[in-house]
């Protein structure tokens, strides 16, 4: 897919990040954009930011977790522009910690988010591009699922984003294979950045009431530490990986990295896997890392 505007794109997750710089570019090539996201007050900002770039805007508060609100913003989206080319399955929490601190609420609100979002957008909107692509040969469509580099490597303190993160990327390889099965219309990509500066490290501001008082455990604290010094020290910006990930469209690439020397890790994990070794610390390449979290941890 090359010719992007006037063409329609849904982004989950557009309030900000890398979401909000999705819908920037959209806006910039001339899309029409429907964006989507629980926080209101961020999605309301957004959607006045991309009228004002005088695209056509159509915005929900939609909850990816939920099923039939993702099959709503789909009827939504069709209503107000017809056919969806671009879909940004990107919506994302993250949850820190020892494994087995983690409470079940917080399994089902990160899994919800991260794996459900995308399972949601995909049954939602993937069989309506395929109509799309049957009634017109020149009918393109594209979707990008959010993953993370955490999708291909398993670093220590974040085993339930790991989780939903490796599903992810087994979702989105899978539904390459697939689609190449059945059109050479509609195409796929997942997107794995590492540590970019958005508002991740501050997810717990979208955690449902429910959940939102729990106290974290000194795991979390000491983990939420290092994500805050990762993410905030990034030198990748959320707009350079949203460029990347329109060229990764452009060109038919499935597989995007915003730090390409962080592969090295995934290298390493995939000879562990083949050689059957133990699992190396991901962390190896970040001097001192494994060190400083023993001792925090032990304090
Ligand atoms: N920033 C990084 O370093 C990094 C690295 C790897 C992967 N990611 C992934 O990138 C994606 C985007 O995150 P970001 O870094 O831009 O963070 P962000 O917090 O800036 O943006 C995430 C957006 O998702 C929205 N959101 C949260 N829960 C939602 C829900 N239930 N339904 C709908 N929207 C919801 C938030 O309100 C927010 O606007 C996520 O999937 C995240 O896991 C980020």
């Given at each position: 897919?090359?010719?992007?505007?006037?063409?329609?794109?849904?982004?989950?997750?557009?309030?900000?990040?890398?979401?909000?710089?999705?819908?920037?570019?959209?806006?910039?090539?001339?899309?029409?954009?429907?964006?989507?996201?629980?926080?209101?007050?961020?999605?309301?900002?957004?959607?006045?930011?991309?009228?004002?770039?005088?695209?056509?805007?159509?915005?929900?508060?939609?909850?990816?977790?939920?099923?039939?609100?993702?099959?709503?913003?789909?009827?939504?989206?069709?209503?107000?522009?017809?056919?969806?080319?671009?879909?940004?399955?990107?919506?994302?929490?993250g949850t820190l910690g020892l494994l087995w601190e983690n409470t079940?609420?917080d399994?089902?609100?990160t899994?919800?988010?991260?794996?459900?979002?995308?399972?949601?957008?995909?049954?939602?909107?993937?069989?309506?591009?395929?109509?799309?692509?049957?009634?017109?040969?020149?009918?393109?469509?594209?979707?990008?699922?959010?993953?993370s580099m955490a999708?291909?490597m398993n670093p220590p303190l974040s085993g339930i984003y790991n989780v939903?993160k490796?599903?992810?990327?087994?979702?989105?390889?899978?539904?390459?294979?697939?689609?190449?099965?059945?059109?050479?219309?509609?195409?796929?990509?997942?997107?794995?950045?590492y540590y970019v500066p958005?508002?991740i490290n501050k997810s717990d501001?979208?955690?449902?009431?429910?959940?939102?008082?729990d106290a974290a455990t000194h795991s979390q604290l000491v983990a939420k530490a290092q994500l805050d010094k990762a993410v905030s020290s990034g030198r990748?910006?959320?707009?350079?990986?949203?460029?990347?990930?329109?060229?990764?469209?452009?060109?038919?690439?499935?597989?995007?990295?915003?730090h390409?020397k962080a592969?090295d890790g995934?290298?390493v994990r995939?000879?562990d896997?083949?050689?059957?070794r133990n699992p190396t610390d991901p962390f190896a390449a970040r001097n001192g890392m494994r060190d400083a979290l023993i001792q925090a941890l032990r304090e």
């Open positions: 897919m090359d010719d992007f505007s006037h063409k329609t794109a849904v982004i989950t997750g557009a309030g900000s990040g890398f979401g909000l710089e999705f819908a920037r570019l959209g806006a910039s090539l001339g899309m029409n954009l429907v964006l989507a996201d629980i926080q209101a007050d961020a999605l309301d900002a957004a959607r006045a930011e991309m009228e004002s770039a005088g695209v056509r805007v159509e915005s929900r508060v939609v909850d990816v977790a939920e099923a039939t609100q993702v099959e709503a913003l789909a009827v939504a989206a069709t209503r107000a522009f017809g056919d969806v080319h671009l879909l940004f399955n990107n919506a994302g929490v079940l609420a399994w089902q609100w899994l919800g988010v991260n794996l459900w979002g995308v399972i949601h957008g995909v049954h939602a909107f993937v069989p309506r591009m395929l109509a799309a692509a049957k009634a017109s040969p020149d009918y393109r469509g594209h979707v990008v699922n959010t993953a999708g291909l939903s490796h599903a992810v990327v087994s979702l989105s390889e899978t539904l390459f294979h697939d689609l190449s099965l059945v059109s050479e219309q509609v195409h796929c990509s997942v997107l794995c950045p958005t508002g501001r979208n955690r449902p009431d429910v959940i939102a008082g990748v910006s959320a707009e350079a990986v949203a460029r990347m990930t329109f060229d990764a469209i452009r060109d038919r690439q499935f597989y995007i990295a915003s390409p592969l995934v290298r995939a000879e896997i083949t050689e059957l």
